[in-house]
């Protein structure tokens, strides 16, 4: 029940306290505070104090005594309340004041006993302690101004003129003077506005005087005119002057911004130009002031980020410029607050990445830097920044390049070093010759201390011609100490072709160089066995394209060795003809992959005369690199230019009759099966036979029966067309093949050719006829061979109706023939018919008999037209070489005659004419009635129809000589029965 009732004390105590208008706490003697007001807690927690510092059960006197403010008011405040408490006081009060970071604070605080202790109170009295300063501080203010007024107005950079309360002048300061260009004593009394306005539109208004004289403080702007009329901007003050509140006159101040204007129409534009560029750079542009807060955005970082540069304004930069790494993803450190502390302008690091609005990443390069005013004051910053995602990612991948280019160079076996413009080691696989020791190995270090150990550049260095030409170089050169490399040194450029660095690639090509000394030793041993083959040989680096050739190599060509050099690859493929390039390329890379143990090629390559030369190329590679690459290929070149014409003319023979130039047989038999098939009908073939050709060849000679077939091939040719196949099928026969021709076309060219043929003549106007005969495929089921052989059996038919006419035609030129190149005229022979006739029918030969007779009668002597003129009509005697020629004539007119079928009945008697009863004559030396009859009783009419019209050599006889003369040889050259008749018929 006691603590009930203290609870209860204690509540309508609280309800006491927190009745009071201002903070309250009751202490007990000894100054522990019992209870305290809602007030004295709100106060405590402003200040960041706890109950626990200055709530219930704590002692209120020990935290005063502990209190760090100035000792003298706590002192003061720790004696009154404690002489309060003793009863020495009934009330203690103060004044105190208590600031804070945020605010200046007074308070009076007032102490009187309650109960056994006392009741405080803390009163704010912040604003009466306020108006109370600030009337103090307007008077001092006041007193100041009064002062320094004078001060102004003598010495003031503004023009300043003290008017009365009319607006009258009474005084201007130095300033007014020289701006206006007056003097006191001409304006004094003078109203203000009448002087400086002149009456001028553009001055400014009446209402501004009148504020002032009502007492108003006022400020604006306007125009006014200077003595000589010209206008200045002025900001125009008009401050009244009280005294005891009554209006005693008027300051007028002109602060001249002619220029100021200028300056800000000119700041306008500038700021115009600026709002323009940084809308059109490309480049994303965000400006802050000092607090990191966003003043302007420019398009290109709205789109960047997302936002709208309105949204942005006033917003912390990281809220809108949210970046982060690309590498880690952890937040970047935002580069205005770095360019607030260092003064600087920074840069992001190369892997920042831009995080927009809406969640697109982009890639990005930036730099801020402090915008500064007149006095290089910062006002702010400016960042600028531009995506570079996509070169991001192409510097990731030239990176990822990179490292893979150095992994690949490093598995190189030879040395790979790049070198700066300097010489010193950018780059180095430390391979091969570049295989120093570790403790040399250094970048950034003179290539020639790091390899050579030397402290100058090398004085066979090659990078040196390099950096001076700008040109590539490939040298293989020996080592001071021994050894040889092959050494390439390649600049790398840059866009404007200057060189960035160089890259050396050395291989060690010793081996390789005793191996090619070994074999040049060699080849100087084989060089003289090789040089009596009568051979071109070759030796050619693979690896380089060198080549070296004899001097049998070069005038296969018609060339000289020195003419061609320097002999390189690229000669040879200059000098092969095209079609045989690649043939060539494909059989060496066959014998490079092993596919084949030698090149060889049968090719063409072109002579200095501009003809080709046919060599068979034979050759090898003996050695091959490290990688199993060919190196050194070794071959000889062999003219076959003369084997190959023969081959070319042995095929052409093989498919060509070597008389005519037509196709042959057996390519003829190849045509047929090619033209046998549905897309080439119809198909027709025509077969032509020569006549006569027999008996031209027996007559003539063959040389004239080739002429013969040669002017008929050459007809076939002229008469058929370019799609025709025309062949000479056999001895004087040939084949017409006429694909897609109908019966009705292939009859046409049929009737050229024999229209062509009717009017040619050979030799001695030998007539030329043919027999032709036709047969058209139609179908396809048709067998071409049974076309071909119904066509030879047309040919045939027609030979039959042609071949005596043809025949007659040619034994009557033979005749002629006969006639013009001997005394065998047509008289001569018609006498002798005659006289052969009547003699035959006193033997009693029949009709048939008879008829013969005279045919021999005709023909006898036509053995002559293979005897040349000269001997036939030869006027003196003939020698016996020219005898013997003559001797023959029998037997050639047997072989004329037996080429005939109307003929051969008197072939036989045509070649015993010459025989003598006594076995004397010629050819065959025959006698008696061996001799045929026929050719007995030609032997008497023809020698006495000779002898009585006599020879060019030899006069005519009279008829009585002449049977005198058969008398006398009747059983010696005649038959005597027959001479006997002979002679009683013709006398």
Known sequence: MKDQGSQNKNSELKIFLDSLPHNAAVIDAGGKIICVNESWNNFASKNNLSPEECG???????????????????????????????????????EYSCHSPDERRWFKMRAIPFRQGALVMHENIKERKSAGIELKEQKEELKRKNQSLEVLFSGSGSAIARLDEEHRVIDINDKFKEIFGYELEEIKGQDMDEVLEKGKSGSAGRNLTEKVLEGQKVVDQGTRYDFEGNPHEFIIKGIPIKIEGNLEGIYAIYEEITELRRRKRELRRSRKKLRITLNSIGDAVIATDTGGKITRMNPRAEKLTGWFSDEARGKNLPEVFEIVSAETGEPVPSPVKEVMESGGKVGLANHTKLISRDGREYQIADSASPIRDEEGEIQGAVLVFRDVTEKYHMRRELEKSEERLQKTLSVIPEMVSIHDLEMNILYSNWKGIGDVPPERRQLDEKCYRVYREREDICPDCEAKEVLETGESLQKETSLPEGGWIDLRVLPVKDETGEIEYLVEWVRDITERKNREERIKKQNERLASIIEGTNVGTWEWNVQTGEQIINEKWAEMLGYSREELEPVTIDTWRELMHPED?????????KHFRGEKEQYHIENRLQHKDGSWVWVLNRGRVFTWTEDGSPEWMYGTHLDITSRKKKQRKIEHMSRHDELTGLHNRNYLEEKIKELDSVSKLPVSIIMLDVNGLKLVNDTYGHKIGDRLLDKTADIIQECTREQDFAARWAGDEFVILLPHTGKKEARKICD??????????????????????????????????????EAEDNMQKDKLTRSRSGKNKLVQNLLNTLAAKSDETREHALRMTK???SLGEEFGLTNGQLNNLSLLATLHDIGKVTISEDILKKPGGLSDEEWEIIKQHPERGYVIASASEEFAPIAREILYHHERWDGGGYPEGIAGEEIPLRSRIIAIVDAYDVMTNGRPYKEPMSREEALQEIKQCAGEQFDPKLAKKFAELME
């Open 56 to 94: 219930s059960g704590i002692n209120y006197l020990e935290v005063l005594s502990e209190s760090e403010e100035e000792k003298k008011e706590v002192k003061k405040a720790l004696r009154g309340i404690k002489s309060v408490i003793a009863g020495d006081k009934r009330k203690f009060v103060q």
């Open 581 to 589: 390039l690649k043939r060539a390329q494909k059989k060496l890379e």
């Open 752 to 789: 050229r050719i024999e229209a062509r043929a009717e009017k040619n003549r050979i030799a001695d106007d030998i007539p030329l006829t043919l027999g032709v005969g036709l047969s058209v495929k139609t179908r396809f089921e048709e067998d071409i061979y049974e076309i071909l052989h």
């Open 835 to 837: 006289y052969a006739h």
